[in-house]
Structure formats: structure tokens, C-alpha cells
């Protein structure tokens, strides 16, 4: 009888772990959407209106929010864009374990869906020009 107990206990216990286990998951995807909506919320340009809003997006589109807050300080400084190291730097600070390889894919994926422009001679990164007729 009273292994049946411990059993129960077991089984409560490994169910609470698992609990808080997805709290901290569903925290840590809130603290990215939060990142992202602070980040892009006046970068209408951007075009976001085809992206989806799930679990698995929440850090890439973070991660665009951070580059551009990152590219937008430089032009603010007068500067043409970020390099990767400035925009390694910005990312790192909010997200120390993502690797740098992700990061690259992400900025590749970002120029690609028209996003971010990379200028080969001076090696920085930009933001698009807006298009005509767009939100600013």
C-alpha cells in the first residue's frame, strides 16, 4: 500500500516538474514577443504582415527587432547600417546562447524576404528603403 503512495507522489511530483517546465517555455516566449512588439511596433516597412505568430517564429522575429533597433541606432549616429559584430553584440545581450551560425541564417533569411539589404563593400547591414505608398 504505501508503495502504491510513493508511487502517486512520484507521478504528482514528475507532473509539476513537467508544469513548470512549460511556464518557464511559455515566459521566455513572452519575454520575446515582447522584444519583438517594442522592436518593430514604428517599423511598419518592414512588411511582418505575412509572418506567423507562433512558438517557433517568436525568436527569429526578435531577433529582427533587435538588428533593426541595432541598424537604426548607427543611422542615428550617422552611420550607413550595423556590421555583424555590432549586431552580434546588440542579439548577445538579450540572447547569450544563440550561436552565430543561427544568427547568419537569420540575416540571410531577413535579406531574403526583403527585411534587411546587406551592402557587400562595406560589409553592413540596412534597413529597406520604405516603398512607396507604405506605412512609415
Not at 541598424?71 to 546588440?90: D, M, V
Not at 533569411?109 to 505608398?133: D, I, Q, T, V
Request: aromatic share 8%; with cysteine; proline share 4%.
Amino acid at each position: 500500500m504505501f508503495d502504491c503512495m510513493n508511487s502517486i507522489f512520484s507521478k504528482i511530483s514528475q507532473r509539476r516538474a513537467a508544469i513548470a517546465e512549460q511556464i518557464a517555455s511559455l515566459e521566455e516566449e513572452d519575454k520575446l514577443w515582447e522584444q519583438t512588439y517594442r522592436g518593430l511596433y514604428f517599423k511598419r516597412q518592414l512588411s511582418l504582415d505575412q509572418e506567423r505568430v507562433e512558438a517557433r517564429t517568436a525568436k527569429k522575429l526578435a531577433v529582427l527587432a533587435m538588428v533593426s533597433d541595432e541598424i537604426e541606432l548607427k543611422l542615428q549616429n550617422k552611420q550607413s547600417g550595423a556590421t555583424l559584430k555590432q549586431i552580434r553584440a546588440r542579439v548577445e545581450a538579450f540572447m547569450p546562447d544563440l550561436p552565430e551560425n543561427t544568427l547568419r541564417s537569420y540575416l540571410s533569411r531577413f535579406r531574403a524576404e526583403g527585411h534587411l539589404e546587406h551592402n557587400e563593400k562595406n560589409s553592413r547591414w540596412m534597413l529597406p528603403n520604405p516603398k512607396e505608398g507604405a506605412p512609415e
